[in-house]
């Protein structure tokens, strides 16, 4: 009976996290606050802590997720990426950076809502890569910016849409040369490691 215990476990930006319910975390404790507090990724934001600004915005599973409405023992087995997971190359992010120029509305100002907003147009884009600006900003109405910078972040949706768009169609071009040395094996070209392109850390 005593010491019965859970184990938590879950993939944290590619890294495998385990967690003993009852002593690391409490079945009440949420994903935001385990994140934040435990594993220090301050990048999400709790602010109205009951599920309506957006600002606490992950991905789970590819799909974003309110993380302060998400209990830790929910994400068991699951997958979670915060805003620190993504490149700093990612187009999201450096589309939200550039959108700063004065006169093409800014995408951030204080930054607050930032990383909730990234991962929320993060999770969108995988689903739809090629939106219309009335799709964007329905994508986003989730995310509350007390900045008013929304004119700005759909526009950032937007050009990350069409950054990831040219990327993806850059992908094909790149990938038979790959497929041919393996084919016979008879010219010693080492492998490439995991297939797709997709490295795991
Ligand atoms: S802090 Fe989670 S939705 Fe506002
Ligand atoms: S940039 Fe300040 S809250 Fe959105």
Do not use: W
Not at 54 to 78: N, P, R, W, Y
């Amino acid at each position: 009976m005593e010491g019965l215990s859970t184990r938590i476990r879950m993939t944290i930006n590619g890294r495998p996290q385990g967690f003993l319910l009852g002593h690391d975390l409490s079945g009440s404790e949420t994903l935001a606050e385990v994140l934040r507090e435990k594993l220090g990724l301050t990048g999400l934001k709790i602010a109205c802590d009951q599920g309506a600004c957006g600002a606490c915005t992950v991905i789970m599973d590819g799909k974003a997720v309110l993380s302060c409405m998400t209990l830790a023992v929910e994400a068991d087995g699951h997958d979670i990426l915060t805003i620190e997971g993504l490149p700093d190359d990612d187009p999201v992010v450096r589309a939200f950076a550039c959108q700063c120029e004065p006169g093409h509305g800014t995408a951030l100002q204080c930054g607050f809502c930032t990383p909730g907003a990234v991962m929320t147009a993060r999770a969108f884009l995988n689903e739809n890569p090629d939106p219309t600006l009335d799709e964007v900003r329905e994508a986003m109405a989730g995310n509350l910016c007390r900045c008013g910078c929304y004119q700005g972040i759909a526009q950032a949706v937007l050009a990350a849409a069409a950054e990831l768009r040219r990327r993806a169609a850059a992908v094909p071009a790149a990938e038979p040369t790959e497929a041919e040395p393996s084919a016979d094996g008879a010219d010693g070209t080492p492998g490439h490691g995991p297939r797709g392109g997709r490295a795991e850390a």
